[in-house]
């Protein structure tokens, strides 16, 4: 996936609501229906209401993006959490975290996104968080994937892991991924997935996972009335005339599934 921008993290903050109604009208969920869904199954009640979490800025590498930590903890406050946004980056914001009694620490650099459970140790990751709350979203929408043919577009660390859950969950999974050494990697380690063209694929299936940072690559014309798409990336491989066709069904939000499902994973 893309590095976010400070304006795609704008967006995310302005949308949050009004992402989470569509999100409820095609799967009856809210995110924290979602997450607890996607923790177990049947799905647990995870303590988030009240509980102490910080966001901390990274400064490392590139830096940190301007509102990513903001928008971090409106996600949280938005979950219930008692969330808030560290006054220092860093080693000295994580102290700072610690101090204030966060049971839960959020922090991203270049590489990684994750949620540090400061009670327990736990360490939540955010690309399997973000493939497997995708994927709850799916299922959510489609009634279930047992017996499915989904077609998942690339196997990228959240490509592979969202390939993992869909296949725990019964899918057939058919996948495009024109890097070959990428596909072989994950075909020689088990992954039970079926190669195909994005045109094959596309023919088969109604149920799509974008894990793919190609933009542009499905129109209107792919989709249909019974088409589901679980985007989780930016940009989104559907065209603007395929989301405006997609509606609710187009299921793309960058950052909340994926922070949802880390909070909830890092308290259960």
């Not at 220092?88 to 204030?100: K, L, M, S, T």
């Not at 459970?117 to 968080?129: I, M, S």
């Not at 990697?185 to 094959?200: R, S, W």
Request: with cysteine; aromatic share 4%.
């Amino acid at each position: 996936m893309t590095r976010l921008t400070t304006e795609d993290v704008k967006a995310l903050s302005d949308r949050l609501s009004d992402f989470e109604a569509g999100l409820r009208e095609v799967t009856g969920l809210g995110l924290r229906e979602l997450a607890m869904g996607t923790v177990a199954q049947p799905p647990v009640c995870v303590p988030l209401h009240g509980t102490r979490v910080a966001a901390v800025p990274v400064t490392s590498g590139e830096g940190a993006i301007g509102g990513f930590s903001d928008c971090v903890a409106a996600i949280l406050g938005h979950l219930g959490c008692d969330a808030w946004v560290t006054a220092q980056p860093d080693v000295r914001g994580i102290q700072e975290a610690y101090d204030g009694g966060a049971e839960v620490v959020f922090l991203a650099d270049d590489f990684r996104f994750i949620a540090l459970n400061t009670r327990n140790g736990r360490c939540v990751d955010d690309d399997p968080a973000t493939a497997d709350g995708y994927v709850t979203a799916l299922e959510a929408a489609a009634g279930s994937l047992f017996g499915r043919d989904v077609l998942l577009l690339g196997l990228g660390p959240v490509g592979r892991a969202a390939a993992r859950r869909l296949v725990s969950r019964g899918a057939a999974v058919e996948v495009v991924e024109p890097d070959e050494a990428r596909l072989h990697a994950a075909l020689d380690v088990g992954l039970k997935v079926q190669p195909v063209t994005l045109a094959a694929g596309l023919s088969r299936c109604d149920l799509i996972f974008d894990a793919t940072p190609a933009a542009d690559l499905i129109d209107a014309a792919d989709v249909s009335a019974g088409t589901f798409a679980a985007v989780p990336g930016l940009p989104s491989a559907f065209t603007p005339a395929a989301q405006a066709v997609l509606g609710a069904r187009h299921i793309h939000e960058p950052l909340a599934i994926g922070v949802a499902v880390m909070a909830a994973r890092a308290l259960v």
